[in-house]
T-cell receptor, first 111, second 112 residues
Framework: EDQVTQSPEALRLQEGESSSLNCSYTVSGLRGLFWYRQDPGKGPEFLFTLYSAGEEKEKERLKATLTKKESFLHITAPKPEDSATYLCAVQGGGSNYKLTFGKGTLLTVNP | NAGVTQTPKFQVLKTGQSMTLQCAQD?????MYWYRQDPGMGLRLIYY???????DKGEVPNGYNVSRLNKREFSLRLESAAPSQTSVYFC???????????FGSGTRLTVV
């Protein structure tokens, strides 16, 4: 059974204070690891897909990295508008295309 | 705008009532999914349809039924609502390859 654990559950940063969110996973035959952003009252919004260890993806102040056991979402010089819940998910080889999600990290960036 | 459309956005039901949540996508995706999201529990898969004509149970299927009406539409039915089904429900769709979902905006359901 695929499992995803995200830490910390909540993170509070000052504007400009860089940090990282962690996503640890166990999966049989990783087909992809996904990061989503979710704003209050809205559906998750796709950020990145990572397919193999060593891969990195960047978008504005966000950078996602992947190892064989975990993924990190690095946030550089965050702004208040980066405040959201960040979700990690994996798709395993035997999953029939469905994703298994972690519980998310609630990020708050104070001005 | 292209994407996943869910209706209704909000609903209040009495215990024992039934209702159907509607989901439609216009991205020609093969696969569709229903998740529920509860505080502290994350997103949990209720049912999914890997392709038109097929449906399968997810992690928490009890109390729900689904219908893949055609390639575009995937509905979720609560036959006899219970307070434990109070949640936010998300529909999502994807291609089989590459993977990755597009989500709808959700239905907030309260069962009293």
């Amino acid at each position: 059974e695929d499992q995803v654990t995200q830490s910390p559950e909540a993170l509070r940063l000052q504007e400009g204070e860089s940090s990282s969110l962690n996503c640890s996973y166990t999966v049989s035959g990783l087909r992809g690891l996904f990061w989503y952003r979710q704003d209050p009252g809205k559906g998750p919004e796709f950020l990145f897909t990572l397919y193999s260890a060593g891969e990195e993806k960047e978008k504005e102040r966000l950078k996602a990295t992947l190892t064989k056991k975990e993924s990190f979402l690095h946030i550089t010089a965050p702004k208040p508008e980066d405040s959201a819940t960040y979700l990690c998910a994996v798709q395993g080889g035997g999953s029939n295309y469905k994703l298994t999600f972690g519980k998310g990290t609630l990020l708050t960036v104070n001005p | 705008n292209a994407g996943v459309t869910q209706t209704p956005k909000f609903q209040v039901l009495k215990t024992g009532q039934s209702m159907t949540l509607q989901c439609a996508q216009d991205m020609n995706h093969n696969s569709m999914y229903w998740y529920r999201q509860d505080p502290g529990m994350g997103l949990r898969l209720i049912y999914y349809s890997a392709s038109e004509g097929t449906t399968d149970k997810g992690e928490v299927p009890n109390g729900y039924n689904v219908s893949r009406l055609n390639k575009r539409e995937f509905s979720l039915r609560l036959e006899s609502a219970a307070p434990s089904q109070t949640s936010v429900y998300f529909c999502a769709s994807s291609f089989q390859d590459p993977p990755g979902y597009t989500f709808g905006s959700g239905t907030r359901l309260t069962v009293v």
